[in-house]
């Protein structure tokens, strides 16, 4: 029942910078600890950053610690992450969803990092 609509993502040279959004609707956002996700050509989907529900303790993979901030606007109902510094590596599909209670995945957003 639930709807995750990311968008933000593009191509970006290396060392450069991009902000993705995902809006959320048809559940109560501000009750859902949240998580980004990515899933790179020939790849396992992996966890890339999680937040708790009022923003107040985040998590994030090693592979993109200090390069990368979540955050979240609960009035909004919308989910953010902010990556800097971004290399190759990076590149994926990247998606949104609850950390523990997930909804059905939406369409993801392409992140390509030019080498």
């Known amino acids: 029942q639930g709807q995750l609509v990311e968008s933000g993502g593009g191509l970006v040279q290396p060392g450069g910078s991009l902000t993705l959004s995902c809006a959320a609707s048809?559940?109560?956002?501000?009750?859902?600890?949240m998580g980004w996700y990515r899933q790179a050509p020939g790849k396992e989907r992996d966890m890339v950053a999680t937040?708790?529900?009022?923003?107040?303790?985040?998590n994030y993979a090693d592979s993109v610690k200090g390069r990368v901030t979540i955050s979240r606007d609960n009035a909004k109902k919308t989910l953010y992450l902010q990556m800097n510094s971004l290399k190759p590596d990076d590149t994926a599909v990247y998606y949104c969803?609850?950390?523990?209670?997930?909804?059905?995945w939406g369409q993801g957003t392409q992140v390509t990092v030019s080498s």
């Open positions: 969803n609850g950390r523990f209670r997930q909804m059905q």
């Open positions: 048809g559940f109560t956002f501000s009750t859902y600890a």
């Open positions: 937040i708790s529900t009022n923003g107040g303790s985040t």
